[in-house]
């Protein structure tokens, strides 16, 4: 079998900070899959030594990139050409906008239409189908899943531990003032390990039966910004304090970032939602589905302590 006829799963996002894991994670499993890593820059970042994973173009915004992961094979039929793509699964995940439902909705029914048989969603968990932005692709892959015209999951993570080092908010005001913000007062989170999140995907993605469902993925830990910041002065060697906002001062902290208006303002919406109660909640949806524990935060901000620096105000 050539590798090109061998059964591929896409991952929408796939040098993201989930879709990167998942990447990774099949990499080093013994799926027989091949990985088609997708993303703008495509095959420029074709120098993986796996020759399982292979890098291509796309962007949600131009539909010829689309169409590219889908080659047309004839068969004997011209008139009515059959594809070939051998894709089986698809990681989807949005562009960082509002309003990409219907674009991503039209994804889906292109590679349907194509042979996809497999969908995975990455949404959050304060988005319950029907509702706004990713509910309504949720919703659209319930719908096709009770017909039994394809194959489904939608995962629905909490908020990262990874955006305490990644997003250039926290890392910039951990590093500089040894301070976090946000606007959800003492109000606790199960804060997720995105690898932790990309190995509920993988299953969903590759196990024979179908998951045909939704998967709220949370950690195991109920914290608190403040307690968030206790953790990290106890792993940097230095106090870190909460600072807490009102929603419109969060708002402008983000767009200071460069967030636009109508982003800034669902995030301060979201804080305000957790500040409520929202996101006060756990489960056992990863140890079910994967078979091991959640990542703890402070086995996360050990691991990367680095990236925060040693400096600061105490």
């Known amino acids: 079998m050539s590798s090109s006829s061998q059964p591929a799963i896409l991952v929408l996002g796939g040098t993201g900070t989930v879709g990167s894991r998942i990447v990774s994670q099949l990499a080093a499993s013994s799926h027989p899959h091949r990985i088609l890593v997708a993303s703008r820059n495509g095959s420029k970042n074709n120098d993986s030594a796996n020759p399982r994973v292979q890098h291509v173009p796309f962007d949600w915004h131009d539909t010829d990139t689309w169409d590219n992961l889908f080659p047309t094979t004839t068969t004997a039929n011209t008139a009515n050409p059959t594809t070939n793509t051998n894709i089986t699964a698809v990681y989807l995940i949005a562009p960082p906008t509002l309003g990409a439902e219907q674009v991503m909705i039209d994804f889906v029914e292109l590679a349907r239409g194509r042979g996809v048989r497999r969908f995975v969603l990455q949404s959050g968990s304060p988005i319950e189908a029907g509702g706004p932005a990713m509910g309504q692709v949720h919703a659209h892959l319930r719908d096709l ?36 913000y946000s606007a959800t007062g003492d109000a606790k ?10 190995a509920v995907a993988v299953r969903t993605l590759t196990d024979k039966v179908a998951p045909n469902g939704e998967y709220l993925v949370l950690g195991s830990e109920l ?23 009102s929603s419109a001062e969060l708002e402008q902290r983000y767009q200071s970032f460069g967030m636009p ?54």
């Open 261 to 314: 208006e109508d982003y800034a303002k669902m995030m301060g919406a979201l804080d305000t939602s957790v500040k409520f109660g929202s996101e006060n909640r756990t489960n056992d949806v990863i140890l079910a589905v994967t078979g091991s524990a959640p990542r703890k935060f402070k086995d996360f901000a050990l691991s990367v302590k680095e990236v925060w620096g040693s400096g600061g105000r105490v």
């Open 145 to 180: 899943g009770q017909r039994g015209e394809a194959e489904w999951a939608c995962l629905r993570p909490t908020w990262f531990q990874q955006n305490f080092a990644d997003q250039s908010n926290h890392v910039q005001s951990i590093k500089e003032e040894s301070k976090v």
């Open 189 to 198: 989170l199960p804060w997720v390990s995105a690898d932790d999140i990309a």
């Open 223 to 245: 914290l608190s910004y403040g307690e968030i910041a206790n953790i990290l002065s106890e792993v940097l060697g230095r106090k870190i304090v909460h600072v807490d906002l």
